[in-house]
């Protein structure tokens, strides 16, 4: 069982906008702002696309953003395009306990 | 380019063990805190171990501590993970990632694939 919960998959038609929740706890998400977002193509690494919780990477599209309120981190794309279908995973720094945790992953169709 | 690139990676018996390796190309690998995440089959990502640039500040996830044994030479820009006491669940893709500001992994590898399996 993940220490972050988020729903197993949400799907959007292109053009659409889609929110991913995470919901944490007050020591892992509520604490710290150190919320990062992945997303995983099948047989693919993991590539970074949102870290502390809203800062983009250079090169990341500027349709990902994210945010945080309380215990719940979120995810939403926007100009849903078909090659955003993937895995997306939240991950927060949980303190000396148990350092960084992940979130079970979230299944993105695009229809 | 800035690389990652696993190996060492295979089939072992319960019990056994193995050793990772991680090479770096392409950034000052001696500057960043480098970290080892795994993921089971059809399953999600998990952390499991951290090593800093200096100091060796070293973090283990409580699955592999015990077990596992993360270690780094900057002289030749790899990290690597020593695995004993291996266990059925520890089958998995390993992926080692560049943890800058240890806020999120910005670079990862390909992934190295251990199946432990009698």
């Known amino acids: 069982q993940s220490a972050l919960t988020q729903p197993a998959s949400v799907s959007g038609s292109p053009g659409q906008s889609i929110t991913i929740s995470c919901t944490g706890t007050s020591s892992d998400i509520g604490s710290y702002n150190l919320v990062s977002w992945y997303q995983q193509h099948p047989g693919k690494a993991p590539k970074l696309i949102i870290y502390?919780?809203?800062e983009r990477p250079s090169g990341v599209s500027n349709r990902f953003s994210g945010s945080k309120s309380g215990n719940t981190a979120s995810l939403t794309i926007s100009g849903l395009q078909v090659e955003d279908e993937a895995d997306y995973y939240c991950?927060?720094?949980?303190?000396?306990?148990?350092?960084?945790?992940f979130g079970g992953g979230t299944k993105l169709t695009v229809l | 380019e800035v690389q990652l690139v696993e190996s060492g990676g295979g089939l072992v018996q319960p019990g056994g063990s193995l050793r990772l390796s991680c090479a770096a190309s392409g950034f000052a690998f001696n500057i960043y805190t480098m970290t080892w995440v795994r993921q089971a089959p059809g399953k999600g990502l998990e952390w499991i171990s951290y090593?800093?640039?200096?100091?060796?500040?070293?973090y283990y996830a409580d699955s592999v501590k015990g077990r596992f044994t993360i270690s780094r030479d900057n002289t030749k820009n790899s990290v690597f993970l020593q695995m004993d006491s291996l266990r059925a669940e520890d089958t998995a893709i390993y992926y080692c990632?560049?943890?800058?500001?240890?806020?999120?992994?910005?670079?990862w590898g390909q992934g190295t694939t251990v199946t432990v399996s009698s």
């Open positions: 090593i800093s640039s200096i100091y060796n500040t070293i």
């Open positions: 990632a560049r943890f800058p500001r240890q806020d999120a992994f910005d670079i």
């Open positions: 991950c927060s720094y949980a303190g000396r306990s148990a350092f960084w945790v």
């Open positions: 502390e919780v809203s």
